[in-house]
Every structure is written in C-alpha cells, then in structure tokens.
C-alpha cells in the first residue's frame, strides 16, 4: 500500500487485513514494553493545515509505538497559518527528508493532490479532507464494531449483516463518508439519518438506505447508532433553524437511548456536543463504545503506517 | 530445476523427536518450558515437538506463537510482510525457559528478530533454539541447540519445508533457485 | 505582400483559389496565379472566416503575469481567430473609456487579432452602480457588448436598467448567469458526485434561474440579451422557450462545455475547475444538440489564462478557469463535427459570423467574397494530435486537454490581409505587426 488517500480504495481482503493487523497493534500496547523498532529511522510527518489536536496526538502515539520519529507542522504557530500553499509545505518538508505525509487538510481531496503530485514522493496517509474523507476514522470505526461484537475471536471476521445508522451532519461530515464506503466493503448496512438540508443532494444513489426520522430508526432496532458532531455555523446557514429543534429532531437523548437494545452500540467520532447530538447519559451509558474508538484508533494508525511505509520493492 | 529431496516423513518425525528428548535433556526437566514456534512452519514445528513433550512428560508441552515480522531488519528491501499475530502462554516467559522454534536456519537474521521480539515480552531465564535444517551460511553469531538435520548447501540452492498441516505431505527438498536471491529462508 | 492560396474547401464544400492583397480578397476561383506572392498550397485543407470569440479574457491590464494583449492576442491567431472580445475583470477595471481605448490600441498595434473590449456593466464589477457605458461606447473602442463576466449582474434592478440603458448605443448586455447566493463556495457540478466528492455544490438551477429573469426582464423592456456560457440542459430549455416568444436572447456555449464532464472533477485536479462548472453527461448532449438546432447561437472560448500557482493546489484553493483559445476549433470538432451534428458551414457560423454579429464587428457578414476583408483560417481536418503545451502560446498553461488527443490542426491564419500563422507556426512580431 504506497497511499491511503481513501477507503474505497480498500477491496474486503485489505479492508479486512487492516483489521487484523491492528490486532496484532493493539496487542502490542499490552506488553511489557509497548513499543516496537519496526519503523525506526523513518520520519513521519504530520501536516495539520486545520486544527485536530486528537487525530495529531492519535498518529503521533502510532507513530512512535513503532518507533519512528515524527515532526509535526499544525496550522497554528506555523507558516502554515501565514497562507503558505500546499506544495511550498510539501517540498519544504520533503527536503527534509520524510517517509510519509500525515495529512490534515481543509480542502476536499488535498491528499490525493499531494500524492498525485510530484512535490513529493512520500507516502500520503490522509488524517482527513474537507468534507471528502478520513479513512483511518472510517477504518477504527469498524474496528469498534468488530472488536466489540467479536472480541478476541475478531481476526479474519467482516461486518456481515451489521446495521448501523448514522446520524446528523451527513452533508459535510467526511466520517461519514468514510464509514458509508467502508462498511458497505465490509458487508454492513447503512442508514443515514438527518434533516432534508443535511443528507447529501444524490444520496439515493450511494451504497444506503436514508431518512428523516430518528425514531424509526431507533425502531427498526440497529446494531450501531453512530451520532454526527453538528456545528453551529451550519444553523447560521439557514440548514436548521435552531439548536434545541435539531437536539429534539436529531438528539440521541435520554428517551431514545432507553429504546435502543442494551448491546447496541452508541458511537461518536468526537469531540462531543452534549447536550445537543447526544446527552451526557447516552456518552456515558454502558453502550457507549466512545472512548473504545479513541484507544483503537492508536492501533489503526499503526497498522497503517506499518503498510505505508514498510513495503520496499513490492 | 530438480527437486532433491534430503529428509521424508520418518526422517522429520524422528528427528523431532530427538530434539523433544535433547530439550527434556537439556533443561534437566520440563519445568518452565516454554515453545515458541516461528510463523508459518516454525509454529507447527513447534506444536508437534509440544505433542512429543506432552507424551513423554504430560503438561510439558507449553507452545506459543511468535511473530518477528516487526523486527525485522529487511522491511524495507521487501515487499510489505503481513505480520501473524504473537500469542504468549498465559503466565508470560518472564523466568522461563524459551526454545525457539524455525525450520530453517540460514542468515540468522530472523533469529536476530525473534531475540529481539522476546525482549519486548519479558525477561526469560534462557533462551534456546531449535530448528528442523540448518543450511549454513550464517551472517551472525548465532547458533542452534537442537538440530534436525545438518546440511550444507551452496548459497544458490533453495531449502524447500514442506508440512502435512500446510502442504499436506512432510518434506525437505534442495532445487536451485532461479534467482540466487537470499529470500524469505533466512 | 499579397498571397495566394490554392485548393482550398470552403465551407459550403467547393473549392477556390483565392487571392489576398492590400488586406482584401481579390479574386477567386480557379487557376489563379499571381507573380510575387507568397503561395499556399492549400489542397484539402478546409478553409473558415476568421473565427471571432466573444468571450476572452487577455488580463491586461493589471494580471500581466497570466496573459497579456500579445500574448493573448497570439494564442488566438495560433487557434484561428482573426478577433476576441476582451472581457471587462481586468485591474483596473474595463468601466471606463480609458481602459478600454487602451486595450483595443495595444491589440492594434500587436496586429495578431481585432481586439473588441467588452465594457463592464457596472462600476468596477461590484453590481452597485452602472458604469460608464455611454463614454465607452462612443470612444475610439466604440464598445458595444457589457458584461460583469466572473459575476453576475444578479440584482434585478440593475439588471433591468444596464439592458434599457445600452439600447440607447444600440449595446447588449452578456450576462454571467449564477445566482450568487445559491453558489456561496460552490466548487462543482451539485449531484450525487459532488457529494461523493465532498466539493460544495453548483446547482444548475442558479444559473437557470437567472437566464430566466433575464428573458422577462429583456422581454419587458424590449432589450437584447446576450448569455454567456451556457452549462445545463435546463438552461437550453428556458432560451429555447423565450426565443420562441419572440425574445431577443442570443446564447453561447464553451468548447470544454460540448466535450468535457463532470466526472472528470474525481481527480481533484484542478485544471478542470471551471465557472460555470462542467456538468453531467446529459448536459454535455443537451447543449450539443441545442448547437445543432440554433438554441444556442455560438461558441465562445471563456479563454481564462492563470497562473500555474492558481492550479497546483487543492480544488477549493484553486481558480476557476482554463485557456481556450488555441483548442477551441479541435474540440468544437471533436465535439460536434466528427460526429456529424455540425457541418464546417455551421461552424463558420457558431464561431465566426454570428459572434461578429452580436458584437457588431463589421467585415464578417460576406467571407470569401471579392472584396470582403482578408480574415480566414486554414485548417487541417484529417491531422490529430496529442494536445501538450506546445499547442500554447499565452502565458498560462492551465488547458484542461494537455495529454489528450485532439483532431484539427490550424494551419495558417490571416488577419486583414496579413499572415499571422503558416505552415502551422505562428509569424514573428515584427513581421505581423509591421504589417498589420
């Protein structure tokens, strides 16, 4: 795997295989020493044009564990700020000599720019696009999922026959997006639900099932119940009219988490908006697998520069 | 290319069951043994000298699975290498008696890898090593403490293990490589 | 000099010889000979008027490092065009006789092409207060199309003033019809692709909505309207239906909008970003045929040079826009001659006589005809080529065609009697201009 721009470039064997590997990364964070030589003397970059401080400190963590070294540039405190354009970072940093370009980027499709670009021939991890994609999100979503049906008998499985509804922002959330490409790779079935103005204009023709109503939704019994972060600049732009009518809408709040099965998963790719998309008590409740994503989503970034940057002359 | 064949199924089953006796010999018992098998054959290399120990002492036959792929110092040079997951015994190897498991010893690179591997689980009493072939042509200072079979070869020639589990016969055969490239037998 | 062509098809697919001196043609037919002059040997090359584009952006003044009148002026010779239409977003702004007098003298003086400034509609492009159009269509530019081209005139009030006020120079307004609003940083055709994409969407209906007013209000007030680059089956229908009221609506259609589509947006490569965005497959049919049938009157290049930093970037970062001018005629054929919708005939029309028209641009209503001036092109049907930045002569290279075959090759193109290509490479400065 030279890139990792997108997951529809994974097929179900690499998909799959990804998975498993980050079992093997997760097991390493159990030994007695929880860090591997695999990648030293190879430099990972992180180049954040748009603030993410978890998804940086996620990839870093990854990084270090198998022992690279790893420079950061965020958008903040840098030149980045100052309006230097994508390929003036890119060759400055390429002529520092980089195995591979983590890539944070507010621009659909950045990652796939910076890889099919000859400014430099790294490997192109990206850690999120505009509103395109973040496969690695995408990839430890459906390592929550898998981990928390299957346990220690995980490797090798798909998502055959899960259901996973997700909720909110779909219009302008690349998580989404990632999750609807990936999980329908995997087997898993997919509904979209939010308002009108935020489910995307074509959406019937994507790989899912979409609608307006939360509630029959929840009715219809999910396995996954994945909640959307929403911005309050999206209620400035006319796309609902007001914060407490999308919480009522589109909030899993206390009543509608007490309708879901006991083993349905409640999921958030964070941070939270309390109180808004979902309550404190389903953030807390013992379905929630949100702090399980934060923890795989280490092994998944391992496992991903594993694949981008150990392969020689494939 | 013709396929040499230097060790059959009555060769590879006596063989390892030597190795099973000089173990018990050589730890002056069964006790804190530990196998740890090499992926893919080193594995069931390991499990089948497991099933010897178990008959000859019962309980003694502790196998595991480790997975060097990470430490490796080729990862570069090769195409990317899925590793096979590490599994430890319960009770981890911390003052155990480890014996490594392959089934070919060539560089001594993967072995290299594998001390490396163990250092990151713990701290064993000793570790040992153990291997069906070995070819020759050490690039380290490493060396088995229980060998199959001794068999010389010229770097160009190709070490072939074949195992029931995997290949559905027991089998070591010599054939020329047609590169003479040092590939995975190391 | 004068210069002798021979063996060349006309558009109405006969054959002549044709003789050049002193800027007109002087005699056709024939066997003709002419001691002194320089020959072309024109057999099977197919002979065109001087193709005219109403839609140029030669960014001189103020964007000198993306195109220049010279510049500009010889990438159009090199596609065949004896005139383009300067557009008005240069820095300054064209909203004045001065700027516009300036352009049209340095085209002069360059000699490649006729340059036409286009004026713009209101005061610095800002869609608050009419500019001076009176003072520059009676300057020496004597302009007679307006446009705010790069934004549309979207108040409706301003809109319906600038069509009644230019009727007064007997001037018409060419709209860039996208309805502000509903494009706030749109980046692509809005669809199911552009969702996959994740790209802000461009929804046809904010350009067909404001093709739409502009019909009514024309119709309203008795005014010509002029649309610019026309880009969805929608819009065809709303000008196919005001033409059958009767209203005085003329419509243009770029080359990249007859051969290119929205799926090429996937690659996140911006060289295909483009304002109007390029759209679906069905538009693509839709406004060929509209072509063929006469909705659409024209083809205009929207020849948008910029500079290489604008496009190596991320598709939301870059500009929108690509050069036209030297590919125009190869993609009009690849787009609708090969395939037997438009005949060579058509083509002189849709991009030589009806453009003259609306621009009121004289010397184009009879070519090839004694006495008619010498604008015409040559080219050779047969040739097919790799398109690469070779084909460019402009400053900018941003052509969404570099590595894909072509058909057509220009083989020579003369400018009022002067040769500014042969032998298929443009002529030296000096040599055009001393002429000229």
Redesign the interface.
């Known amino acids: 795997?030279k890139h990792l721009l997108s997951v529809r470039e994974l097929d179900l064997a690499t998909a799959v295989?990804i998975l498993d590997?980050a079992?093997?990364m997760a097991?390493?964070a159990t030994?007695?020493?929880p860090?591997?030589?695999?990648l030293r003397g190879r430099t990972v970059a992180n180049l954040f044009f748009e603030d993410s401080t978890r998804t940086r400190l996620s990839f870093e963590a990854a990084a270090k564990r198998?022992g690279a070294d790893v420079i950061t540039f965020t958008a903040k405190g840098s030149s980045v700020s100052k309006g230097e354009?994508?390929?003036d970072t890119a060759q400055t940093i390429a002529a520092m000599g980089i195995d591979a370009v983590v890539l944070r980027?507010?621009?659909?499709?950045?990652a796939?720019?910076l890889a099919?670009?000859e400014w430099i021939d790294a490997a192109v991890v990206n850690a999120g696009?505009?509103?395109?994609?973040h496969p690695t999100q995408g990839l430890l979503d459906a390592y929550t999922m898998r981990k928390t049906l299957h346990g220690d008998a995980s490797?090798g499985r798909s998502l055959d026959g899960l259901r996973v509804t997700i909720v909110g922002d779909i219009?302008h959330s690349?998580v989404a997006?990632s999750n609807v490409w990936l999980l329908q790779t995997l087997g898993a079935s997919v509904h979209l639900v939010g308002p009108e103005t935020l489910l995307?204009?074509?959406?019937?023709?994507?790989p899912v099932s979409s609608g307006t109503d939360l509630d029959a939704a929840i009715a219809e019994g999910p396995d996954v119940v994945m909640m959307l972060r929403v911005q309050s600049e999206r209620m400035r732009a006319a796309f609902f009219p007001h914060e407490r009518e999308y919480a009522r809408q589109w909030g899993l709040d206390d009543a509608r988490l007490a309708r879901l099965a006991p083993d349905t998963m409640v999921m958030h790719p964070g941070p939270m908006n309390r109180g808004l998309e979902i309550s404190s008590a389903a953030a807390d409740s013992a379905r929630s697998v949100v702090l399980d994503q934060v923890t795989n989503g280490v092994s998944i970034r391992m496992a991903v520069l594993?694949?981008v940057l150990?392969?020689?002359?494939? | 290319m013709a396929a040499r064949t230097v060790l059959q199924q009555a060769d590879i089953t006596r063989a390892l069951t030597r190795i099973a006796h000089e173990i018990l010999e050589s730890n002056q018992g069964s006790s804190d043994l530990i196998l740890l098998g090499i992926p893919t054959r080193g594995v069931l290399l390991a499990r089948r000298i497991g099933a010897i120990l178990d008959e000859l002492e019962p309980g003694s036959g502790t196998v595991g699975e480790l997975d060097v792929t990470m430490y490796r110092d080729d990862l570069r040079a090769q195409p990317t290498r899925t590793p096979s997951p590490t599994r430890v015994p319960v009770g981890g190897i911390d003052g155990k008696t480890v014996v490594l498991v392959d089934d070919v010893l060539y560089s001594g690179r993967t072995i290299r890898a594998a001390l490396d591997a163990i250092n990151d689980l713990g701290r064993p009493r000793a570790v040992r090593l153990a291997v069906l072939v070995d070819r020759g042509h050490r690039e380290l200072p490493i060396r088995a403490d229980f060998v199959g079979k001794n068999l010389p070869t010229a770097v160009a020639e190709r070490i072939n293990v074949k195992l029931f589990e995997t290949d559905g016969e027991d089998l070591v055969a010599i054939s020329e490589s047609p590169t003479s490239d040092r590939d995975g037998r190391a | 000099m004068s210069l002798l062509i021979t063996g060349a098809v006309l558009p109405d697919g006969t054959s002549t010889d044709l003789l050049v001196d002193h800027g007109v043609i002087t005699e056709l037919g024939s066997g003709l000979s002419q001691r002194g002059a320089h020959h072309v040997d024109a057999a099977s090359l197919q002979a065109l008027p001087g193709l005219v584009d109403l839609h140029t952006h030669l960014r001189e003044p103020g964007f000198e490092q993306s195109e220049t009148v010279l510049s500009g002026s010889r990438a159009a010779a090199a596609g065949g065009f004896t005139a383009v239409h300067a557009m008005a977003n240069t820095s300054p702004v064209a909203d004045t006789a001065g700027v516009v007098e300036q352009v049209a003298s340095l085209g002069e003086q360059y000699g490649y092409v006729t340059v036409r400034p286009i004026g713009a509609v209101t005061v610095g492009l800002a869609g608050e207060r009419l500019s001076e159009i009176g003072a520059m269509a009676q300057s020496r530019a004597a302009v007679r199309v307006f446009s705010d081209d790069g934004t549309c005139v979207s108040d409706a009030l301003l809109m319906r003033r600038a069509l009644e006020y230019v009727k007064t120079f007997g001037g018409v307004i060419a709209q860039h019809a996208q309805e502000p609003r509903l494009t706030e940083g749109a980046q692509m055709n809005e669809g199911a692709l552009s969702s996959e994409l994740g790209l802000a969407g461009w929804p046809a209906v904010a350009e067909e909505a404001i093709i739409a007013r502009d019909v009514l209000l024309a119709q309203h007030v008795g005014a010509r309207l002029h649309v610019c680059h026309l880009s969805t089956a929608g819009s065809v229908e709303v000008v196919r239906w005001a033409k059958a009221r009767g209203i005085r609506v003329t419509a243009e259609v770029t080359p990249h909008h007859l051969l290119l589509d929205e799926q090429l947006a996937g690659s996140y490569d911006a060289r295909f970003k483009v304002n109007p965005p390029l759209r679906r497959a069905e538009d693509v049919l839709a406004l060929r045929a509209a072509l063929a049938d006469g909705v659409i009157d024209i083809v205009a290049t929207d020849h948008a040079p910029h500079p290489l930093e604008s496009k190596e970037c991320a598709w939301q970062e870059a500009s929108f826009g690509m050069v036209g001018l030297e590919s125009a005629l190869s993609v009009v054929q690849a787009a609708v001659v090969d395939s037997g919708q438009l005949s060579w005939s058509d083509v002189a029309r849709v991009l030589s006589r009806t453009p003259a028209a609306i621009g009121q641009l004289a010397g184009y209503d009879a070519p090839f005809t004694v006495g008619a001036p010498a604008n015409f092109t040559l080219v050779d049907p047969t040739a097919r080529r790799t398109f690469s930045a070779q084909q460019l002569h402009g400053k900018s290279v941003n052509s969404p065609y570099i590595g894909r075959e072509l058909p057509g090759r220009i083989v020579a193109t003369v400018h009022r009697g002067t040769a500014t290509v042969l032998d298929g490479e443009l002529r030296p400065e000096e040599e055009v201009a001393a002429r000229g």
């Open positions: 795997m295989g590997l079992e093997d097991d390493v030994r007695a020493v860090k591997l030589a695999t198998l354009s994508l390929k980027h507010p621009a659909s499709g950045a796939r720019v099919d670009s696009d505009g509103t395109h994609e490797r219009l690349r997006r995307p204009l074509g959406i019937e023709r994507w594993y694949l150990s392969g020689g002359a494939a």
